[in-house]
Protein backbone atom coordinates (compact mmCIF):
# COMPACT_ATOMS: atom_id res chain seq x y z
CA UNK A 1 0.00 0.00 0.00
CA UNK A 2 1.80 3.46 -0.75
CA UNK A 3 -1.85 5.62 -0.84
CA UNK A 4 -5.21 6.09 0.84
CA UNK A 5 -7.98 8.68 1.37
CA UNK A 6 -10.27 9.19 4.43
CA UNK A 7 -13.42 10.63 3.73
CA UNK A 8 -14.25 12.69 6.87
CA UNK A 9 -17.56 14.26 8.22
CA UNK A 10 -18.90 16.67 11.22
CA UNK A 11 -21.77 19.29 12.26
CA UNK A 12 -19.34 22.14 12.08
CA UNK A 13 -15.46 22.71 11.81
CA UNK A 14 -13.52 25.57 11.92
CA UNK A 15 -9.77 26.39 11.07
CA UNK A 16 -8.05 30.06 11.82
CA UNK A 17 -6.87 31.69 9.30
CA UNK A 18 -4.05 33.54 10.34
CA UNK A 19 -4.42 36.47 8.47
CA UNK A 20 -6.78 37.89 10.87
CA UNK A 21 -6.87 38.48 14.66
CA UNK A 22 -9.76 39.99 16.28
CA UNK A 23 -12.47 37.82 14.29
CA UNK A 24 -11.44 34.33 13.90
CA UNK A 25 -12.05 33.46 10.60
CA UNK A 26 -12.04 30.22 8.97
CA UNK A 27 -10.10 29.12 6.22
CA UNK A 28 -12.03 26.45 4.10
CA UNK A 29 -10.53 23.52 4.03
CA UNK A 30 -8.15 22.30 7.14
CA UNK A 31 -4.27 22.95 6.96
CA UNK A 32 -1.64 20.79 6.57
CA UNK A 33 -0.98 21.43 10.64
CA UNK A 34 -4.96 20.42 11.54
CA UNK A 35 -3.59 17.11 9.15
CA UNK A 36 -0.83 16.09 10.83
CA UNK A 37 -3.14 16.38 14.51
CA UNK A 38 -5.67 13.94 13.10
CA UNK A 39 -2.88 11.65 12.09
CA UNK A 40 -1.64 11.54 15.26
CA UNK A 41 -4.83 11.33 17.85
CA UNK A 42 -6.08 8.44 15.01
CA UNK A 43 -2.20 7.03 16.06
CA UNK A 44 -2.62 7.95 20.05
CA UNK A 45 0.75 9.93 19.48
CA UNK A 46 1.37 13.72 21.33
CA UNK A 47 1.62 16.78 19.11
CA UNK A 48 5.42 16.46 19.10
CA UNK A 49 5.53 12.53 18.33
CA UNK A 50 2.91 12.91 15.70
CA UNK A 51 4.82 15.70 13.48
CA UNK A 52 8.22 13.70 13.86
CA UNK A 53 6.22 10.94 12.42
CA UNK A 54 5.77 13.07 9.07
CA UNK A 55 9.07 14.07 9.38
CA UNK A 56 10.62 10.12 9.58
CA UNK A 57 8.52 8.74 6.56
CA UNK A 58 8.48 11.95 3.82
CA UNK A 59 4.48 12.13 3.23
CA UNK A 60 3.02 13.57 0.68
CA UNK A 61 -0.83 14.57 1.67
CA UNK A 62 -3.93 15.97 -0.04
CA UNK A 63 -6.58 18.29 1.14
CA UNK A 64 -10.10 18.51 -0.55
CA UNK A 65 -13.65 19.35 0.50
CA UNK A 66 -16.63 20.78 0.29
CA UNK A 67 -19.52 22.26 3.40
CA UNK A 68 -23.16 23.38 2.89
CA UNK A 69 -22.45 27.11 4.40
CA UNK A 70 -21.28 29.17 7.21
CA UNK A 71 -22.07 30.43 10.62
CA UNK A 72 -20.50 33.10 13.38
CA UNK A 73 -20.19 32.33 16.52
CA UNK A 74 -19.38 33.74 19.75
CA UNK A 75 -16.75 32.54 22.20
CA UNK A 76 -16.10 32.66 25.59
CA UNK A 77 -11.87 32.40 26.26
CA UNK A 78 -9.19 32.77 28.41
CA UNK A 79 -6.45 35.13 27.51
CA UNK A 80 -3.94 33.46 29.95
CA UNK A 81 -3.11 33.54 33.52
CA UNK A 82 0.77 34.33 34.41
CA UNK A 83 1.34 35.05 37.65
CA UNK A 84 0.11 32.22 39.50
CA UNK A 85 -3.50 33.59 40.52
CA UNK A 86 -6.95 32.13 40.38
CA UNK A 87 -8.86 32.55 37.56
CA UNK A 88 -10.60 35.80 37.33
CA UNK A 89 -13.65 36.47 34.99
CA UNK A 90 -13.55 40.02 34.71
CA UNK A 91 -9.63 40.35 34.48
CA UNK A 92 -9.01 37.00 31.71
CA UNK A 93 -12.20 35.82 30.21
CA UNK A 94 -12.61 37.68 26.98
CA UNK A 95 -14.92 36.67 23.84
CA UNK A 96 -14.14 36.55 20.57
CA UNK A 97 -16.51 36.25 17.34
CA UNK A 98 -15.33 32.44 15.13
CA UNK A 99 -16.71 31.73 11.81
CA UNK A 100 -17.96 27.39 11.05
CA UNK A 101 -18.30 25.86 7.85
CA UNK A 102 -21.30 23.64 8.41
CA UNK A 103 -21.73 20.51 7.76
CA UNK A 104 -18.77 20.03 5.99
CA UNK A 105 -17.00 17.08 4.40
CA UNK A 106 -13.34 16.41 3.53
CA UNK A 107 -11.40 14.56 1.66
CA UNK A 108 -7.81 13.85 3.23
CA UNK A 109 -5.26 11.82 0.84
CA UNK A 110 -1.95 9.94 2.31
CA UNK A 111 1.28 8.71 0.11
CA UNK A 112 4.29 7.54 1.08
CA UNK A 113 7.19 5.35 -0.53
CA UNK A 114 7.27 4.08 3.30
CA UNK A 115 4.78 1.34 2.73
CA UNK A 116 4.83 0.59 6.09
CA UNK A 117 4.05 3.92 7.68
CA UNK A 118 1.46 4.05 5.07
CA UNK A 119 0.30 0.95 6.38
CA UNK A 120 0.57 1.81 9.95
CA UNK A 121 -1.09 4.98 9.40
CA UNK A 122 -4.17 3.41 7.32
CA UNK A 123 -4.61 0.94 10.21
CA UNK A 124 -4.64 4.11 13.00
CA UNK A 125 -7.55 5.24 10.81
CA UNK A 126 -9.75 2.14 10.80
CA UNK A 127 -9.65 2.19 14.81
CA UNK A 128 -8.49 5.94 16.26
CA UNK A 129 -7.00 5.80 19.62
CA UNK A 130 -8.32 9.10 20.59
CA UNK A 131 -11.51 10.63 19.06
CA UNK A 132 -10.84 13.15 16.11
CA UNK A 133 -11.84 17.22 15.60
CA UNK A 134 -11.60 19.13 12.95
CA UNK A 135 -10.29 22.37 14.52
CA UNK A 136 -11.22 22.67 17.81
CA UNK A 137 -12.35 20.31 19.85
CA UNK A 138 -16.38 20.67 19.75
CA UNK A 139 -15.90 19.80 16.25
CA UNK A 140 -15.97 15.76 16.42
CA UNK A 141 -15.40 14.15 13.53
CA UNK A 142 -16.19 10.78 11.66
CA UNK A 143 -14.70 9.00 9.27
CA UNK A 144 -17.46 7.57 6.16
CA UNK A 145 -14.89 5.87 4.09
CA UNK A 146 -11.09 4.45 3.62
CA UNK A 147 -10.01 3.67 0.09
CA UNK A 148 -6.86 2.18 -0.65
CA UNK A 149 -4.23 2.23 -3.35
CA UNK A 150 -5.44 5.02 -5.87
CA UNK A 151 -4.25 5.55 -9.14
CA UNK A 152 -1.73 8.62 -9.07
CA UNK A 153 -2.80 10.54 -12.03
CA UNK A 154 -2.32 14.78 -13.46
CA UNK A 155 -4.98 17.34 -13.97
CA UNK A 156 -4.90 21.20 -15.13
CA UNK A 157 -8.12 21.38 -13.65
CA UNK A 158 -8.55 21.79 -10.06
CA UNK A 159 -11.24 22.86 -7.08
CA UNK A 160 -12.10 22.84 -3.79
CA UNK A 161 -8.59 22.12 -2.65
CA UNK A 162 -5.22 23.28 -1.39
CA UNK A 163 -2.39 23.19 -3.76
CA UNK A 164 1.40 24.26 -2.65
CA UNK A 165 2.84 27.09 -3.85
CA UNK A 166 1.04 30.29 -5.76
CA UNK A 167 -0.80 29.37 -8.22
CA UNK A 168 -2.25 32.25 -9.88
CA UNK A 169 1.67 33.52 -10.39
CA UNK A 170 3.11 30.12 -11.80
CA UNK A 171 -0.35 30.20 -14.33
CA UNK A 172 0.84 33.69 -15.36
CA UNK A 173 3.99 33.52 -15.59
CA UNK A 174 3.49 30.71 -18.04
CA UNK A 175 1.08 32.95 -19.62
CA UNK A 176 4.11 35.52 -20.08
CA UNK A 177 5.68 33.20 -22.00
CA UNK A 178 2.99 32.39 -24.27
CA UNK A 179 1.13 29.88 -22.49
CA UNK A 180 -2.81 31.15 -22.33
CA UNK A 181 -4.57 27.91 -21.56
CA UNK A 182 -6.00 28.90 -18.44
CA UNK A 183 -9.28 29.94 -16.85
CA UNK A 184 -9.69 31.54 -13.56
CA UNK A 185 -12.31 33.18 -12.30
CA UNK A 186 -12.23 34.31 -8.63
CA UNK A 187 -12.24 37.29 -6.61
CA UNK A 188 -11.04 35.43 -3.44
CA UNK A 189 -7.80 35.88 -1.52
CA UNK A 190 -5.88 32.21 -3.01
CA UNK A 191 -3.00 32.61 -1.46
CA UNK A 192 -2.25 31.54 2.23
CA UNK A 193 1.28 31.56 3.89
CA UNK A 194 0.54 28.85 6.91
CA UNK A 195 2.52 27.20 9.41
CA UNK A 196 3.67 23.42 8.94
CA UNK A 197 6.04 22.69 11.37
CA UNK A 198 6.20 23.31 15.47
CA UNK A 199 8.60 23.85 17.76
CA UNK A 200 7.77 22.24 21.02
CA UNK A 201 8.50 22.59 24.55
CA UNK A 202 8.04 18.93 25.29
CA UNK A 203 5.52 16.38 24.24
CA UNK A 204 2.07 18.66 25.02
CA UNK A 205 4.18 21.91 25.89
CA UNK A 206 3.99 25.20 24.20
CA UNK A 207 4.84 25.47 20.89
CA UNK A 208 5.90 28.17 18.57
CA UNK A 209 5.89 28.27 14.76
CA UNK A 210 9.28 27.00 12.95
CA UNK A 211 8.62 26.91 9.31
CA UNK A 212 5.96 28.10 7.08
CA UNK A 213 5.12 27.31 3.40
CA UNK A 214 3.54 28.93 0.76
CA UNK A 215 -0.22 27.19 -0.53
CA UNK A 216 -2.90 28.22 -2.52
CA UNK A 217 -6.88 27.04 -1.65
CA UNK A 218 -8.80 26.30 -4.46
CA UNK A 219 -12.52 27.16 -4.35
CA UNK A 220 -14.69 27.27 -7.94
CA UNK A 221 -13.40 25.14 -10.72
CA UNK A 222 -10.00 26.44 -12.40
CA UNK A 223 -8.10 25.23 -15.17
CA UNK A 224 -4.79 26.24 -15.18
CA UNK A 225 -1.72 25.90 -17.64
CA UNK A 226 0.20 23.06 -16.21
CA UNK A 227 -0.41 19.58 -14.71
CA UNK A 228 -0.24 18.63 -11.18
CA UNK A 229 0.26 15.38 -9.57
CA UNK A 230 -2.80 13.58 -7.75
CA UNK A 231 -5.00 10.90 -6.82
CA UNK A 232 -8.46 10.38 -8.05
CA UNK A 233 -11.33 9.45 -5.82
CA UNK A 234 -14.72 9.08 -7.41
CA UNK A 235 -15.19 12.35 -8.98
CA UNK A 236 -12.61 14.51 -7.66
CA UNK A 237 -9.28 15.16 -8.43
CA UNK A 238 -7.25 15.80 -5.34
CA UNK A 239 -3.61 17.25 -5.81
CA UNK A 240 -0.55 15.83 -3.64
CA UNK A 241 1.71 17.91 -2.20
CA UNK A 242 4.71 17.19 0.55
CA UNK A 243 4.59 18.33 4.13
Known sequence: MKN??????????????????NFHKSLELPPPTTVIGIAGAALGYSPLRAQEFFDESK?????????????????????????????DPGLDGSIIQR????FPTFIIAFSSE????????????????????MGNSDSLASIKNIEINLEISEAD?????????????EVMSLANSGNFEFSIYTNDTLTYDL?????????????????IDTYSLI????????NIKGLQYKNHFIPLFSI
Not at 123 to 128: D, Q, R, V
Not at 219 to 226: A, P, Q, S, V
Request: hydrophobic share 35%.
Open 4 to 21: FIIEIQCQTASFRNPDFQ
Open 59 to 87: FEIGIYGTYLGKCKDTWKYNKGIRDMRLY
Open 99 to 102: EFLI
Open 114 to 133: NIKAVEKLYKAFTSPVYALT
Open 157 to 169: KIENCFVQGDVVN
Open 195 to 211: PIRFEYENDYGRRTVSK
Open 219 to 226: GDLMKINY
